[in-house]
């Protein structure tokens, strides 16, 4: 089976339960500053797993595009991509897991017919410090199917993958973990906020038996076990509690699911192939550096390392550049001039020409075109990384020139933008000894620094995605509609930033506000919050959302599907704006709003913080 089959046939599959298809949103997230890239297909689904009503319903479905920064250094093995779509199947509290469950076994089974004696599977152990039970629903519901099967499924306590290693799988089919098999945004119940949803989880693992165990991964193998032989297909997450001030949980009123399935190893373990560069999706990419290095693909470990690299990253930068991704040396582009660089520097292995990367560009888009609506930005994509090689070969001139005087690495990379890979070749070349472990502690201590500037860096989004903070990202819709009420539709928002405590708005304008202008303002606020207006969500097409006079945020990216929120009754909206929630129902939720300090930040911008009472 191929990309296009098993997407279709998954949509298919859950359009006939009842879900609504939604479009992928953007890489880049709309209202998130947690995150650079939307690295999972819950992500831009988080305000309705929260409580939100979602404009298409309970039951919702869809292919997200995902990229994972983390994995880049991963790249190179049989089965890790920083880029890749997430499969994913929602219910906003309508069914649970005597529903998802089947369901998902019914779509691996006889959907894509994987061999069910390959599927193992993981449920929560349980958590008595913080009073969470053992998720024995979840693995009775998982034995029944595989009895149907004529498969017995025994269960075997994990507990932490350290345990899992040292005892072994034991026969079973059903493994109890803990940190493992609990979903949260923040992590393992301990590190989660008040406030905040969570639950157990469940995943599935299809096992390549080709694959021989490495030791070097741990005495014995297990599903989460990264010597390549299980290999994670999917994760339904059963959010059904939340985190009260004082530790301890609740159930939510509303039982969540969340699944995610990764395209790539779905069709990989479909086909039965470990190499998930020998997928559909990823393999015209290899066929085509085959064709332009001259060299063939699987004949040589580096070889084929170089040839994995080249083709995630490649991809990658395709999708980043045409969801609005230009390379710089922060953030977004940092990521994406990382991507192009590295991939060079493995292309140059290769002995390929920098003209490649167009060609290589082409058969991307070329591969999705039935998919994504990219190739309409061909040219721009092929332009960017023309131009963004053209300046690397700039920066290696420089870079090599220092490198004969012998600078230390990490400089050559912070300074000159040089790859710690290319410096090491060059070193092994010249018999020169690098003090690697140095350059990791200095450059994990700049990553550290990197994150924090960024953390308490002025960003437009919400701190979290706590119910107070919520409220306040609703009255912030409702002081931008009040301000440009009272001084002018001239009047934009410059940016924003949403705590649990306060709202911050910047807005343009050129005067200090009068003290009859901010009460004014106050009084707009309020009068709409009593009006008991109701907050809700469309996703149009970016074009309409333009011509519904939606308010977009400066500087921002969208892709062609957006959301868009509205407050006030249909067709009378008294605030339009785009905006990835999440929010409020309905404005008599909000409180008492107070402007509680005006200021100026810049010529021509202003700033006013407010809270709610």
């Known amino acids: 089976m191929q990309s ?32 650079l890239f939307t690295t999972a297909g819950m992500q831009p689904m988080v305000a309705y797993l929260l409580g939100q009503e979602h404009p298409k319903g309970k039951r919702i479905a869809n292919s997200q595009k995902c990229f994972r920064a983390n994995d880049i250094e991963e790249v190179g093995d049989n089965r890790h991509t920083t880029f890749f779509e997430m499969l994913g199947n929602w219910s906003l509290g309508d069914y649970f897991k005597r529903e998802q469950i089947p369901w998902i076994f019914e779509f691996l089974t006889k959907e894509i017919k994987l061999d069910p004696k390959k599927i193992y599977v993981t449920a929560f152990i349980g958590d008595p410090a913080h009073n969470l039970p053992k998720d024995f629903e979840s693995a009775e519901i998982w034995k029944n199917l595989f009895a149907e099967k004529g498969i017995t499924a025994k269960e075997v306590e994990f507990g932490t993958e350290k ?89 939510l009123p509303k039982q969540n699911v969340d699944f995610g399935g990764g395209l790539e190893r779905l069709i990989a373990a479909s086909n039965n192939e470990p190499d998930v560069f020998k997928i559909d ?195 912030h819709h409702l002081l931008l509609a009040a301000l440009q009420e009272v001084l002018g539709k001239n009047v934009k928002q410059r940016g924003s930033n949403i705590t649990q405590e306060r709202l911050r708005l910047d807005f343009s304008f050129d005067r200090k506000l009068t003290d009859e202008e901010k009460k004014r303002v106050e009084e707009i606020v309020n009068d709409k919050i009593k009006e008991s207006l109701p907050v809700v969500c469309k996703e149009l097409p970016k074009a309409e959302a333009e011509k519904l006079g939606a308010e977009m945020e400066f500087g921002a990216k969208y892709g062609d599907v957006v959301s868009v929120y509205l407050i006030g009754e249909e067709n009378k909206w008294i605030s339009r704006e785009f905006c990835g929630g999440p929010h409020v129902g309905n404005t008599n ?9 005006e200021e100026a930040v810049a010529a021509g911008i202003r700033r006013i913080k407010g809270v709610l009472e």
């Open 281 to 475: 999706t990823l393999f015209p990419i290899i066929k085509e550096i085959e064709r332009l290095s001259e060299k063939k693909y699987g004949e040589d470990f580096e070889i084929t390392k170089s040839f994995r690299i080249i083709s995630d990253h490649i991809r990658a930068a395709v999708f980043m550049i045409a969801d609005g991704v230009t390379p710089s040396n922060t953030e977004r582009g940092y990521i994406l001039r990382r991507l192009v660089r590295r991939a060079v520097v493995h292309a140059h292995k290769l002995n390929m020409n920098d003209g490649a990367f167009a060609e290589l560009a082409v058969v991307v888009v070329q591969t999705y075109k039935n998919v994504y609506s990219i190739d309409n930005k061909i040219i721009d994509i092929k332009n960017i990384l023309i131009t963004e090689i053209e300046k690397f070969k700039n920066t290696l001139d420089k870079g090599l020139k220092e490198f004969e005087k012998g600078i230390d690495p990490f400089v050559l990379l912070t300074t000159y933008g040089f790859p710690i890979e290319l410096t090491l070749e060059l070193a092994k070349e010249k018999d020169i000894v690098v003090d690697v472990k140095n350059f990791e502690e200095k450059f994990k201590k700049h990553q550290e620094i990197s994150r924090v500037g960024s953390e308490h860096k002025f960003k437009g989004g919400l701190a979290d995605h706590n119910p107070k903070t919520i409220k306040l990202h609703t009255a």
């Open 589 to 597: 939720e909000l409180g008492e709003f107070k402007i509680t300090k």
């Open 163 to 251: 345990r899992a290693s040292e005892i072994g799988m034991g026969g079973g089919r059903i493994f109890y973990y803990q940190d493992k098999n609990w979903w949260s945004m923040s992590g393992n119940p301990d590190s989660m906020q008040s406030g905040e949803p969570g639950g157990p989880d469940s995943e599935m693992f299809y096992e390549f038996s080709d694959i021989q165990h490495d030791v070097s991964f741990g005495k014995y193998c297990h599903p989460n076990c990264d010597c390549g032989r299980y290999v994670e297909i999917g994760n339904s997450v059963f959010m059904e509690y939340q985190k009260k001030s004082d530790g301890s949980f609740a159930k």
């Open 4 to 35: 296009q089959e098993i997407r279709k046939k998954f949509l298919d599959f859950f359009e006939k339960k009842g879900h609504k298809i939604v479009p992928s949103s953007s890489l880049v997230p709309e209202n998130d500053p947690s995150v």
